[in-house]
């Protein structure tokens, strides 16, 4: 198994332009999350899916962002338009009954 | 929702030496308590973990202890080695497919 996998593992944009996440699962977990590591706040989750479906959003900071999950196999973050502070790693991560496995992380810079 | 605090958030240790670091949570539902271990530049990874029907679990040189009761759980590693530097981060749940809220992470530090 590949494990998660996320792209682009580097990405660097200006601000005010639309960025991507992208996540791929494991096969057969039911749940995936995303989330977003900075110094100062730690692991921050921002959205979780059970069985595709949107289960809590709350983490989400603002309007700007977006998470889809069309189904078992993908998943996107969006950020529309993009801002200097949303600069950091974003990890995504699909979990069965045993935990968590996380994918290797976007780092996110803007300018 | 959970809360999970963390500390000490960092932690210098001989190599050799033991290293402990502790977490409380405020959800009692919370049955599930996890910890990651992330070197610089990678991702989270699964080192532990254990259920709210054991008290304690011990692989290898790491263990983890958990007090329902008072809702602390901490992180024991014996004879500490340069490459148990990382971040390490506690976490709780109230089950597998659950969200897990994770500490603010222990950044340890092994000096040779």
């Known amino acids: 198994d590949a494990g998660v996998i996320q792209s682009p593992r580097h990405e660097v944009t200006e601000m005010g332009q639309e960025v991507t996440l992208r996540c791929k699962p494991i096969s057969g977990h039911n749940s995936l999350f995303w989330y977003r590591q900075t110094m100062m706040r730690g692991l921050e989750l921002l959205i979780y899916?059970?069985?595709?479906?949107?289960?809590?959003d709350s983490g989400m900071p603002e309007d700007r962002f977006s998470a889809k999950m069309p189904n078992a196999s993908f998943s996107t973050l969006k950020i529309q338009p993009s801002e200097p502070r949303d600069s950091a790693v974003y990890f995504c991560?699909?979990?069965?009954?045993?935990?968590?496995?996380f994918g290797s992380g976007t780092r996110l810079t803007v300018v | 929702g959970e809360n999970v605090e963390q500390h000490p958030s960092t932690l210098s240790v001989q190599e050799g030496d033991s290293a402990v670091i502790k977490c409380t949570y405020s959800d009692s539902a919370s049955n599930y308590f996890p910890w990651y271990k992330q070197e610089l530049g990678k991702r989270p990874q699964l080192i532990i973990d254990?259920?709210?029907?054991?008290g304690e679990k011990k692989d290898q040189r790491i263990a983890v202890t958990l007090n329902k009761t008072a809702k602390h759980f901490s992180l024991h590693i014996t004879e500490t080695q340069p490459e148990d530097s990382a971040v390490y981060f506690c976490?709780?749940?109230?089950?597998?497919?659950?969200?897990?809220?994770f500490g603010i992470g222990t950044k340890l530090q092994v000096i040779p």
């Open positions: 254990i259920r709210s029907n054991v």
């Open positions: 991560a699909s979990s069965t009954q045993y935990g968590y496995t």
């Open positions: 976490a709780a749940s109230n089950g597998g497919y659950q969200k897990v809220t």
């Open positions: 899916f059970n069985n595709n479906v949107p289960i809590d």
